[in-house]
Protein backbone atom coordinates (compact mmCIF):
# COMPACT_ATOMS: atom_id res chain seq x y z
CA UNK A 1 0.00 0.00 0.00
CA UNK A 2 1.43 3.40 -1.09
CA UNK A 3 0.82 5.58 1.94
CA UNK A 4 2.78 8.99 0.93
CA UNK A 5 2.08 11.11 -1.88
CA UNK A 6 4.83 11.64 -4.79
CA UNK A 7 6.62 14.25 -4.87
CA UNK A 8 5.52 17.72 -4.44
CA UNK A 9 6.76 19.87 -7.25
CA UNK A 10 5.72 23.74 -7.05
CA UNK A 11 4.14 23.54 -11.04
CA UNK A 12 1.61 25.67 -12.28
CA UNK A 13 -1.85 24.67 -10.65
CA UNK A 14 -4.99 23.66 -13.20
CA UNK A 15 -7.66 24.86 -11.73
CA UNK A 16 -11.59 25.59 -13.04
CA UNK A 17 -11.04 29.11 -14.27
CA UNK A 18 -13.60 30.33 -12.23
CA UNK A 19 -11.34 29.70 -9.24
CA UNK A 20 -8.52 30.68 -11.46
CA UNK A 21 -9.80 34.34 -11.82
CA UNK A 22 -10.11 34.86 -7.86
CA UNK A 23 -6.25 34.75 -7.60
CA UNK A 24 -3.17 36.88 -8.27
CA UNK A 25 -2.62 34.57 -11.18
CA UNK A 26 -4.78 36.65 -13.55
CA UNK A 27 -3.36 40.18 -11.57
CA UNK A 28 -1.23 42.89 -13.40
CA UNK A 29 2.19 42.60 -12.07
CA UNK A 30 2.16 46.79 -12.21
CA UNK A 31 1.78 48.40 -8.43
CA UNK A 32 -1.50 50.13 -9.38
CA UNK A 33 -3.08 51.13 -5.75
CA UNK A 34 -6.64 50.06 -5.04
CA UNK A 35 -8.40 50.25 -1.97
CA UNK A 36 -10.83 47.44 -0.59
CA UNK A 37 -14.89 47.70 -1.98
CA UNK A 38 -16.79 49.29 0.98
CA UNK A 39 -20.80 49.34 0.68
CA UNK A 40 -23.20 51.29 2.42
CA UNK A 41 -23.41 49.32 5.95
CA UNK A 42 -27.18 51.18 6.86
CA UNK A 43 -28.26 49.64 3.60
CA UNK A 44 -27.18 46.29 4.34
CA UNK A 45 -28.75 46.25 7.88
CA UNK A 46 -32.40 47.42 5.86
CA UNK A 47 -31.58 44.42 3.97
CA UNK A 48 -30.96 41.85 6.48
CA UNK A 49 -34.39 43.52 8.38
CA UNK A 50 -35.95 42.69 5.49
CA UNK A 51 -35.07 39.40 4.99
CA UNK A 52 -35.73 38.36 8.57
CA UNK A 53 -39.20 39.98 7.88
CA UNK A 54 -40.03 37.77 4.61
CA UNK A 55 -37.34 35.19 4.27
CA UNK A 56 -37.55 34.79 0.38
CA UNK A 57 -35.27 33.91 -2.34
CA UNK A 58 -35.07 37.06 -3.29
CA UNK A 59 -34.08 39.17 0.19
CA UNK A 60 -31.79 36.63 0.34
CA UNK A 61 -30.04 37.41 -2.62
CA UNK A 62 -30.05 40.92 -1.65
CA UNK A 63 -28.12 40.56 1.37
CA UNK A 64 -25.62 38.32 -0.37
CA UNK A 65 -25.27 41.04 -3.13
CA UNK A 66 -23.62 42.72 -0.37
CA UNK A 67 -20.33 40.05 -0.43
CA UNK A 68 -17.98 42.03 -2.08
CA UNK A 69 -17.50 44.13 0.83
CA UNK A 70 -15.24 41.73 2.74
CA UNK A 71 -16.06 43.45 6.12
CA UNK A 72 -19.72 41.32 6.13
CA UNK A 73 -18.30 38.39 5.28
CA UNK A 74 -18.95 37.00 8.77
CA UNK A 75 -22.33 38.37 8.87
CA UNK A 76 -23.31 37.20 5.89
CA UNK A 77 -22.19 34.03 6.52
CA UNK A 78 -23.92 33.63 9.68
CA UNK A 79 -27.49 34.75 7.48
CA UNK A 80 -27.00 32.22 4.95
CA UNK A 81 -25.82 29.50 7.88
CA UNK A 82 -29.16 30.40 9.19
CA UNK A 83 -31.19 30.09 6.25
CA UNK A 84 -29.83 26.82 5.28
CA UNK A 85 -30.93 25.58 9.40
CA UNK A 86 -34.40 27.23 8.98
CA UNK A 87 -34.73 25.18 5.62
CA UNK A 88 -34.93 28.19 3.89
CA UNK A 89 -34.19 28.68 0.24
CA UNK A 90 -30.54 28.68 -0.75
CA UNK A 91 -30.35 28.55 -4.65
CA UNK A 92 -28.17 27.30 -6.72
CA UNK A 93 -27.67 31.12 -8.36
CA UNK A 94 -26.95 32.17 -4.47
CA UNK A 95 -24.33 29.53 -4.31
CA UNK A 96 -22.45 30.98 -6.96
CA UNK A 97 -22.54 34.50 -5.77
CA UNK A 98 -21.46 33.52 -2.13
CA UNK A 99 -18.68 30.78 -2.94
CA UNK A 100 -15.74 32.28 -1.20
CA UNK A 101 -17.65 33.77 1.42
CA UNK A 102 -18.12 30.26 2.90
CA UNK A 103 -16.61 26.93 2.00
CA UNK A 104 -19.95 25.21 2.22
CA UNK A 105 -21.27 26.25 -1.11
CA UNK A 106 -17.99 24.76 -3.12
CA UNK A 107 -19.77 23.18 -5.88
CA UNK A 108 -21.83 20.78 -3.94
CA UNK A 109 -23.66 19.69 -6.32
CA UNK A 110 -20.61 18.23 -8.59
CA UNK A 111 -20.59 14.45 -6.92
CA UNK A 112 -22.39 11.72 -8.03
CA UNK A 113 -23.71 9.54 -5.16
CA UNK A 114 -20.99 7.62 -5.54
CA UNK A 115 -18.90 9.89 -4.89
CA UNK A 116 -17.63 10.23 -8.48
CA UNK A 117 -17.55 13.75 -10.42
CA UNK A 118 -19.97 14.37 -12.27
CA UNK A 119 -18.13 15.43 -15.66
CA UNK A 120 -21.10 14.97 -18.16
CA UNK A 121 -23.59 17.76 -16.89
CA UNK A 122 -20.21 20.21 -16.61
CA UNK A 123 -18.79 19.11 -20.38
CA UNK A 124 -22.30 19.61 -21.82
CA UNK A 125 -22.81 23.18 -19.98
CA UNK A 126 -19.37 24.42 -21.89
CA UNK A 127 -20.03 22.66 -25.01
CA UNK A 128 -23.06 25.11 -25.50
CA UNK A 129 -21.56 27.81 -24.20
CA UNK A 130 -19.06 27.40 -26.99
CA UNK A 131 -21.23 26.70 -29.54
CA UNK A 132 -22.28 30.24 -28.72
CA UNK A 133 -18.84 31.70 -28.23
CA UNK A 134 -16.24 29.67 -29.95
CA UNK A 135 -13.40 31.81 -29.01
CA UNK A 136 -14.50 31.76 -25.33
CA UNK A 137 -10.73 30.84 -23.80
CA UNK A 138 -11.92 29.72 -20.65
CA UNK A 139 -14.65 27.56 -21.06
CA UNK A 140 -11.87 25.86 -23.76
CA UNK A 141 -9.63 26.12 -20.53
CA UNK A 142 -12.10 24.26 -18.90
CA UNK A 143 -13.15 21.69 -21.32
CA UNK A 144 -9.44 20.59 -21.51
CA UNK A 145 -9.43 20.35 -17.53
CA UNK A 146 -12.64 17.98 -18.46
CA UNK A 147 -11.83 15.99 -21.28
CA UNK A 148 -8.35 15.18 -19.73
CA UNK A 149 -9.51 13.80 -16.90
CA UNK A 150 -12.31 11.51 -18.54
CA UNK A 151 -8.90 10.35 -20.74
CA UNK A 152 -9.51 11.99 -23.68
CA UNK A 153 -5.89 13.50 -23.83
CA UNK A 154 -6.02 13.96 -27.41
CA UNK A 155 -9.05 16.13 -27.59
CA UNK A 156 -7.53 18.08 -24.53
CA UNK A 157 -4.70 18.63 -26.21
CA UNK A 158 -6.59 20.05 -29.50
CA UNK A 159 -8.56 22.63 -27.23
CA UNK A 160 -5.39 23.91 -25.33
CA UNK A 161 -3.49 24.43 -28.56
CA UNK A 162 -6.95 26.25 -29.85
CA UNK A 163 -6.77 28.79 -26.30
CA UNK A 164 -2.88 28.96 -27.34
CA UNK A 165 -4.27 30.55 -30.66
CA UNK A 166 -6.49 32.61 -29.41
CA UNK A 167 -3.95 34.06 -26.08
CA UNK A 168 -0.50 33.23 -27.32
CA UNK A 169 0.94 35.30 -24.75
CA UNK A 170 -1.56 34.88 -22.22
CA UNK A 171 -0.18 33.64 -18.35
CA UNK A 172 -3.07 31.47 -17.88
CA UNK A 173 -2.69 29.73 -20.82
CA UNK A 174 0.82 29.49 -21.00
CA UNK A 175 0.94 27.74 -17.82
CA UNK A 176 -2.32 25.60 -18.31
CA UNK A 177 -0.36 23.99 -21.04
CA UNK A 178 3.00 23.52 -19.32
CA UNK A 179 0.76 21.75 -16.60
CA UNK A 180 -1.12 19.44 -19.54
CA UNK A 181 2.63 18.17 -20.88
CA UNK A 182 3.72 17.82 -17.20
CA UNK A 183 0.67 15.58 -16.57
CA UNK A 184 1.84 13.68 -19.76
CA UNK A 185 5.11 12.83 -18.28
CA UNK A 186 6.50 15.31 -21.02
CA UNK A 187 8.60 17.26 -18.80
CA UNK A 188 10.92 18.94 -21.23
CA UNK A 189 8.19 19.99 -23.52
CA UNK A 190 6.75 21.98 -20.62
CA UNK A 191 9.67 23.28 -19.68
CA UNK A 192 10.12 24.59 -23.71
CA UNK A 193 7.03 26.26 -23.80
CA UNK A 194 7.52 28.36 -20.81
CA UNK A 195 11.00 29.12 -21.79
CA UNK A 196 11.10 29.97 -25.17
CA UNK A 197 8.32 32.55 -24.50
CA UNK A 198 9.58 35.75 -24.64
CA UNK A 199 7.26 37.33 -21.55
CA UNK A 200 9.23 34.71 -19.21
CA UNK A 201 12.20 37.47 -18.52
CA UNK A 202 9.70 39.26 -17.41
CA UNK A 203 6.49 38.01 -16.02
CA UNK A 204 7.33 36.50 -12.46
CA UNK A 205 5.02 33.85 -12.69
CA UNK A 206 5.97 32.83 -15.84
CA UNK A 207 9.83 32.72 -14.14
CA UNK A 208 8.79 30.54 -11.53
CA UNK A 209 7.24 27.82 -13.91
CA UNK A 210 10.30 27.86 -15.40
CA UNK A 211 12.16 27.27 -12.56
CA UNK A 212 9.56 24.72 -11.43
CA UNK A 213 9.84 22.81 -14.66
CA UNK A 214 13.68 23.21 -14.96
CA UNK A 215 13.61 21.11 -11.82
CA UNK A 216 10.95 18.50 -13.24
CA UNK A 217 12.62 18.05 -16.52
CA UNK A 218 15.98 17.69 -14.88
CA UNK A 219 17.44 20.67 -16.51
CA UNK A 220 19.14 23.63 -15.07
CA UNK A 221 17.03 26.72 -14.90
CA UNK A 222 17.74 29.86 -17.04
CA UNK A 223 15.76 31.90 -14.50
CA UNK A 224 16.72 31.11 -11.03
CA UNK A 225 19.14 33.72 -11.33
CA UNK A 226 17.19 36.65 -12.59
CA UNK A 227 14.39 35.41 -10.21
CA UNK A 228 17.08 35.85 -7.31
CA UNK A 229 17.51 39.17 -8.29
CA UNK A 230 14.02 40.29 -8.80
CA UNK A 231 12.98 39.17 -5.02
CA UNK A 232 16.03 40.90 -3.85
CA UNK A 233 15.47 44.24 -5.36
CA UNK A 234 11.51 43.67 -4.72
CA UNK A 235 9.88 46.01 -6.99
CA UNK A 236 6.86 43.81 -6.99
CA UNK A 237 4.26 43.73 -5.02
CA UNK A 238 5.38 40.26 -2.93
CA UNK A 239 2.34 38.46 -4.43
CA UNK A 240 3.32 38.56 -7.66
CA UNK A 241 6.92 37.21 -6.37
CA UNK A 242 5.19 34.31 -3.94
CA UNK A 243 5.44 31.12 -6.38
CA UNK A 244 9.13 32.73 -7.57
CA UNK A 245 9.93 32.67 -4.48
CA UNK A 246 8.25 29.81 -3.39
CA UNK A 247 10.39 27.58 -6.72
CA UNK A 248 13.80 29.12 -5.97
CA UNK A 249 13.04 27.42 -1.78
CA UNK A 250 13.34 24.15 -3.68
CA UNK A 251 16.17 24.92 -5.34
CA UNK A 252 17.91 26.08 -2.08
CA UNK A 253 16.98 23.25 -0.09
CA UNK A 254 17.57 20.73 -3.46
CA UNK A 255 21.26 22.02 -2.64
CA UNK A 256 21.30 21.92 1.31
CA UNK A 257 21.24 25.27 1.66
CA UNK A 258 18.63 25.32 4.54
CA UNK A 259 18.71 28.83 5.67
CA UNK A 260 18.52 30.38 2.39
CA UNK A 261 15.43 28.56 2.03
CA UNK A 262 14.08 29.29 4.83
CA UNK A 263 14.10 33.15 3.87
CA UNK A 264 12.62 32.50 0.82
CA UNK A 265 9.98 30.57 2.16
CA UNK A 266 9.20 33.39 4.62
CA UNK A 267 9.15 36.07 1.53
CA UNK A 268 6.58 33.44 -0.40
CA UNK A 269 4.62 33.42 2.37
CA UNK A 270 3.93 37.27 2.89
CA UNK A 271 0.84 36.72 0.31
CA UNK A 272 1.17 33.13 -0.14
CA UNK A 273 -1.34 31.24 -3.15
CA UNK A 274 -3.15 28.17 -2.69
CA UNK A 275 0.02 26.75 -4.38
CA UNK A 276 2.57 28.16 -2.03
CA UNK A 277 0.85 27.28 1.07
CA UNK A 278 0.35 23.75 -0.04
CA UNK A 279 4.28 23.39 -0.24
CA UNK A 280 4.75 25.18 2.79
CA UNK A 281 2.65 22.94 4.55
CA UNK A 282 4.37 19.97 3.11
CA UNK A 283 7.73 21.55 4.41
CA UNK A 284 7.65 22.83 7.28
CA UNK A 285 8.59 20.38 9.39
CA UNK A 286 11.65 19.85 7.13
CA UNK A 287 12.26 23.28 7.52
CA UNK A 288 11.27 23.85 11.39
CA UNK A 289 9.19 26.97 10.28
CA UNK A 290 5.84 27.68 12.40
CA UNK A 291 3.02 28.41 10.06
CA UNK A 292 0.82 29.94 12.89
CA UNK A 293 0.90 33.44 11.25
CA UNK A 294 -2.72 34.93 10.20
CA UNK A 295 -1.55 35.32 6.56
CA UNK A 296 -0.60 32.33 6.57
CA UNK A 297 -4.30 30.60 7.68
CA UNK A 298 -6.33 32.66 5.45
CA UNK A 299 -4.25 31.39 2.80
CA UNK A 300 -4.75 27.43 4.16
CA UNK A 301 -8.40 28.02 3.85
CA UNK A 302 -8.29 28.56 -0.03
CA UNK A 303 -5.99 25.79 -0.57
CA UNK A 304 -8.15 22.07 -0.47
CA UNK A 305 -4.43 20.43 -0.60
CA UNK A 306 -2.67 22.34 2.66
CA UNK A 307 -6.24 21.88 4.67
CA UNK A 308 -6.12 18.24 3.61
CA UNK A 309 -2.09 18.00 4.41
CA UNK A 310 -3.06 20.23 8.07
CA UNK A 311 -6.19 17.76 8.50
CA UNK A 312 -4.34 14.55 8.01
CA UNK A 313 -1.28 15.50 10.26
CA UNK A 314 -4.07 15.80 12.88
CA UNK A 315 -5.23 12.55 12.66
CA UNK A 316 -8.88 13.75 11.34
CA UNK A 317 -10.00 11.33 8.83
CA UNK A 318 -13.53 13.26 8.15
CA UNK A 319 -12.00 16.73 7.31
CA UNK A 320 -9.26 14.60 5.31
CA UNK A 321 -11.83 13.07 2.91
CA UNK A 322 -13.64 16.06 2.49
CA UNK A 323 -10.69 17.95 1.60
CA UNK A 324 -9.63 15.63 -0.57
CA UNK A 325 -12.69 15.89 -2.34
CA UNK A 326 -12.95 19.16 -2.86
CA UNK A 327 -9.06 18.89 -4.77
CA UNK A 328 -10.06 16.11 -6.36
CA UNK A 329 -13.36 18.86 -7.87
CA UNK A 330 -10.48 21.22 -8.44
CA UNK A 331 -8.14 19.26 -10.58
CA UNK A 332 -9.87 16.05 -11.53
CA UNK A 333 -7.29 15.02 -14.22
CA UNK A 334 -4.73 14.71 -10.65
CA UNK A 335 -3.45 11.29 -9.41
CA UNK A 336 -2.38 13.13 -6.53
CA UNK A 337 -6.05 13.61 -4.47
CA UNK A 338 -6.91 10.28 -5.72
CA UNK A 339 -3.93 8.82 -4.94
CA UNK A 340 -4.89 10.07 -1.54
CA UNK A 341 -8.55 8.91 -1.07
CA UNK A 342 -7.49 5.03 -2.31
CA UNK A 343 -5.11 5.17 0.40
CA UNK A 344 -7.92 6.41 3.49
CA UNK A 345 -10.67 4.25 2.09
CA UNK A 346 -8.06 1.07 1.78
CA UNK A 347 -7.01 2.17 5.88
CA UNK A 348 -10.99 2.43 6.76
CA UNK A 349 -10.98 -1.50 5.26
CA UNK A 350 -13.54 -0.47 2.23
CA UNK A 351 -11.30 -2.24 -0.23
CA UNK A 352 -14.01 -2.22 -3.01
CA UNK A 353 -14.64 1.65 -3.05
CA UNK A 354 -10.90 1.89 -3.17
CA UNK A 355 -10.90 -0.31 -6.05
CA UNK A 356 -13.89 2.33 -7.76
CA UNK A 357 -10.81 5.41 -7.28
CA UNK A 358 -8.09 3.56 -8.54
CA UNK A 359 -10.19 3.05 -12.03
CA UNK A 360 -11.27 6.60 -11.63
CA UNK A 361 -7.69 7.76 -11.62
CA UNK A 362 -6.28 5.50 -13.92
CA UNK A 363 -8.67 6.55 -16.77
CA UNK A 364 -7.13 10.08 -16.08
CA UNK A 365 -3.59 8.51 -15.50
CA UNK A 366 -3.29 5.19 -17.03
CA UNK A 367 0.50 5.45 -16.37
CA UNK A 368 0.49 6.54 -12.61
CA UNK A 369 2.07 3.38 -11.12
CA UNK A 370 0.94 4.69 -7.68
CA UNK A 371 -2.28 3.82 -8.53
CA UNK A 372 -1.15 0.44 -9.71
CA UNK A 373 0.71 -0.36 -6.13
CA UNK A 374 -2.74 0.44 -4.12
CA UNK A 375 -4.79 -1.46 -7.06
CA UNK A 376 -2.89 -4.45 -6.06
CA UNK A 377 -3.05 -3.87 -2.41
CA UNK A 378 -7.27 -3.36 -2.48
CA UNK A 379 -7.63 -6.81 -4.89
CA UNK A 380 -5.04 -8.51 -2.48
CA UNK A 381 -7.14 -7.37 0.87
CA UNK A 382 -9.97 -8.32 -1.14
CA UNK A 383 -9.05 -12.10 -1.44
CA UNK A 384 -8.56 -11.14 -5.29
CA UNK A 385 -4.32 -12.69 -5.24
CA UNK A 386 -4.38 -13.62 -8.62
CA UNK A 387 -5.81 -9.95 -9.77
CA UNK A 388 -3.70 -8.49 -7.34
CA UNK A 389 -0.24 -10.13 -8.51
CA UNK A 390 -1.39 -8.61 -12.10
CA UNK A 391 -1.56 -5.26 -11.21
CA UNK A 392 1.91 -5.81 -9.18
CA UNK A 393 3.33 -6.80 -12.66
CA UNK A 394 2.24 -3.20 -14.02
CA UNK A 395 4.74 -1.86 -11.44
CA UNK A 396 8.29 -1.03 -13.42
CA UNK A 397 9.40 1.60 -10.73
CA UNK A 398 12.47 0.51 -8.81
CA UNK A 399 11.40 3.15 -6.37
CA UNK A 400 8.13 0.96 -5.33
CA UNK A 401 9.85 -1.88 -5.10
CA UNK A 402 9.40 -1.76 -1.35
CA UNK A 403 5.48 -1.58 -1.06
CA UNK A 404 4.93 -4.17 -3.76
CA UNK A 405 6.93 -5.98 -1.60
CA UNK A 406 4.57 -5.75 1.34
CA UNK A 407 1.77 -6.05 -0.79
CA UNK A 408 3.39 -9.60 -1.62
CA UNK A 409 3.36 -10.31 1.91
CA UNK A 410 -0.60 -9.39 1.96
CA UNK A 411 -0.95 -12.21 -0.92
CA UNK A 412 1.29 -14.53 0.81
CA UNK A 413 -1.11 -14.25 4.49
CA UNK A 414 -4.54 -14.31 1.97
CA UNK A 415 -2.81 -18.23 0.54
CA UNK A 416 -2.18 -18.81 3.89
CA UNK A 417 1.50 -18.84 3.82
CA UNK A 418 2.39 -17.23 7.16
CA UNK A 419 6.09 -17.87 6.81
CA UNK A 420 6.49 -16.73 3.22
CA UNK A 421 4.53 -13.47 4.32
CA UNK A 422 6.69 -12.74 7.30
CA UNK A 423 9.55 -12.94 5.10
CA UNK A 424 8.38 -10.69 2.25
CA UNK A 425 6.95 -8.18 5.02
CA UNK A 426 10.53 -7.86 6.57
CA UNK A 427 12.43 -7.45 3.72
CA UNK A 428 9.81 -4.51 3.06
CA UNK A 429 10.75 -3.15 6.54
CA UNK A 430 14.51 -3.20 5.76
CA UNK A 431 13.92 -1.96 2.49
CA UNK A 432 12.20 1.54 3.96
CA UNK A 433 14.72 1.07 7.09
CA UNK A 434 18.03 1.88 4.38
CA UNK A 435 15.91 4.38 2.68
CA UNK A 436 15.73 6.26 5.93
CA UNK A 437 12.07 5.99 6.56
CA UNK A 438 11.40 4.41 9.59
CA UNK A 439 8.01 5.79 9.74
CA UNK A 440 7.16 3.63 6.64
CA UNK A 441 9.38 0.71 8.06
CA UNK A 442 7.25 1.10 11.37
CA UNK A 443 3.87 1.15 9.24
CA UNK A 444 4.80 -1.90 7.28
CA UNK A 445 4.56 -4.02 10.31
CA UNK A 446 1.57 -2.28 11.51
CA UNK A 447 -0.02 -3.34 8.55
CA UNK A 448 1.36 -7.13 9.11
CA UNK A 449 0.25 -6.88 12.41
CA UNK A 450 -3.62 -6.07 10.96
CA UNK A 451 -3.89 -8.90 8.53
CA UNK A 452 -2.34 -11.08 10.58
CA UNK A 453 -4.62 -11.05 12.91
CA UNK A 454 -7.22 -10.87 10.14
CA UNK A 455 -5.88 -14.13 8.96
CA UNK A 456 -5.67 -15.76 12.27
CA UNK A 457 -2.06 -16.40 11.53
CA UNK A 458 -0.16 -18.43 14.04
CA UNK A 459 2.45 -15.36 15.44
CA UNK A 460 -0.07 -12.68 15.31
CA UNK A 461 0.33 -11.78 18.99
CA UNK A 462 4.36 -11.55 18.85
CA UNK A 463 3.51 -9.67 15.31
CA UNK A 464 1.29 -7.44 17.23
CA UNK A 465 3.45 -6.50 19.96
CA UNK A 466 6.23 -5.55 17.58
CA UNK A 467 3.59 -3.35 15.64
CA UNK A 468 2.60 -1.53 18.68
CA UNK A 469 6.30 -0.81 19.80
CA UNK A 470 7.83 -0.27 16.50
CA UNK A 471 4.13 2.58 15.67
CA UNK A 472 5.24 4.29 19.17
CA UNK A 473 8.86 5.14 18.10
CA UNK A 474 7.36 6.39 14.22
CA UNK A 475 3.92 7.44 14.75
CA UNK A 476 1.59 8.33 11.43
CA UNK A 477 -1.65 9.04 10.61
CA UNK A 478 -1.82 6.02 8.96
CA UNK A 479 -0.58 3.96 11.75
CA UNK A 480 -2.85 5.42 13.90
CA UNK A 481 -5.97 4.89 12.26
CA UNK A 482 -4.67 1.16 11.54
CA UNK A 483 -3.78 0.45 15.39
CA UNK A 484 -7.13 2.43 16.81
CA UNK A 485 -8.80 -0.93 15.67
CA UNK A 486 -6.23 -3.24 17.04
CA UNK A 487 -5.51 -1.62 20.17
CA UNK A 488 -7.54 1.55 20.88
CA UNK A 489 -4.83 2.40 23.44
CA UNK A 490 -1.66 2.04 20.71
CA UNK A 491 -2.68 5.38 19.62
CA UNK A 492 -2.34 7.49 22.75
CA UNK A 493 0.85 9.26 21.25
CA UNK A 494 1.38 12.87 22.30
CA UNK A 495 2.84 14.88 19.79
CA UNK A 496 6.49 15.70 20.02
CA UNK A 497 6.35 19.52 20.11
CA UNK A 498 9.57 20.42 18.92
CA UNK A 499 10.49 24.26 19.01
CA UNK A 500 10.40 25.86 16.14
CA UNK A 501 11.22 29.33 14.03
CA UNK A 502 8.94 32.02 13.49
CA UNK A 503 8.65 34.20 10.41
CA UNK A 504 8.25 37.41 12.10
CA UNK A 505 8.03 38.75 15.44
CA UNK A 506 7.06 41.34 17.59
CA UNK A 507 8.52 43.76 19.93
CA UNK A 508 6.46 45.49 22.95
CA UNK A 509 7.80 49.12 23.87
CA UNK A 510 6.27 49.86 27.38
CA UNK A 511 6.62 53.57 27.01
CA UNK A 512 4.96 54.18 24.19
CA UNK A 513 2.58 51.25 24.86
CA UNK A 514 3.16 50.30 20.85
CA UNK A 515 3.84 46.81 18.81
CA UNK A 516 6.00 47.14 16.14
CA UNK A 517 6.82 43.90 13.65
CA UNK A 518 10.23 42.91 12.97
CA UNK A 519 10.32 40.67 10.06
CA UNK A 520 12.62 37.64 9.61
CA UNK A 521 13.33 34.24 10.67
CA UNK A 522 13.66 34.04 14.07
CA UNK A 523 15.74 31.55 16.22
CA UNK A 524 14.25 28.01 17.69
CA UNK A 525 11.54 28.62 20.35
CA UNK A 526 11.37 32.21 19.79
CA UNK A 527 8.80 33.71 21.41
CA UNK A 528 6.05 36.08 19.30
CA UNK A 529 6.14 38.92 21.30
CA UNK A 530 9.54 40.18 23.06
CA UNK A 531 9.98 43.58 25.14
CA UNK A 532 11.93 46.50 24.13
CA UNK A 533 14.81 47.02 26.41
CA UNK A 534 14.70 50.40 26.64
CA UNK A 535 18.70 51.07 26.99
CA UNK A 536 18.68 49.61 22.99
CA UNK A 537 16.55 47.99 20.53
CA UNK A 538 15.43 44.36 21.40
CA UNK A 539 17.33 41.37 21.02
CA UNK A 540 16.42 39.12 18.48
CA UNK A 541 14.80 35.96 19.96
Known sequence: MKSSLPKRRLIPRWRPTSLTLDTSEVASTLNLQSKPLRFDHELFE?????????????????????????????????????????????????????????????????????????FQSRVAQLRRELLIAPEN?????????????????????????????????????????ARFYVHRGEFDRAHRIITRHP???????????????????????????????????????????????????????????????????????????DNIVAQAVTDASKMGIDLDEPTVTMAVKRSSEAQLLQAWSGHDAVASEAHAMRWHSEEPFSSRPIQFLTMLYSLQAEYGKAVQWVRRGLIADPSDEGLFVNLAFAKAALGETDQAELAVRRVKDASLAPYLKATEGLIALKRGDFAKAETLYREAEQSFDKLGRPDLAALTVVYH???????????????????????????????????????????????????????????????????????????????AIVVADRKGPAPRS
Not at 74 to 100: D, M, N, W, Y
Open 46 to 118: QSVAAWRANPTAGHLGDVISFAADTELHPRIATLVREAQAKGLVVSPVHRELFRGVSEEFDRPDDFTTEGQLD
Open 137 to 177: LLALLDLAQLQLAAGKVEAAERLLITAMGLAPNGRIVLRTA
Open 199 to 273: GTRKDPWLMASEIALADAAGSPSTMATPAARLIKEAHLHPRHLAEMAGALVNTELAAGRLKEARQLLRKALLNPT
Open 449 to 527: AKFSVESEAPDRARILAEAQAKFAKAPTAEGALLMSSLLPSAIETPPVDEPKRRLKQWVFDSATNTLTERPGITAKGAP
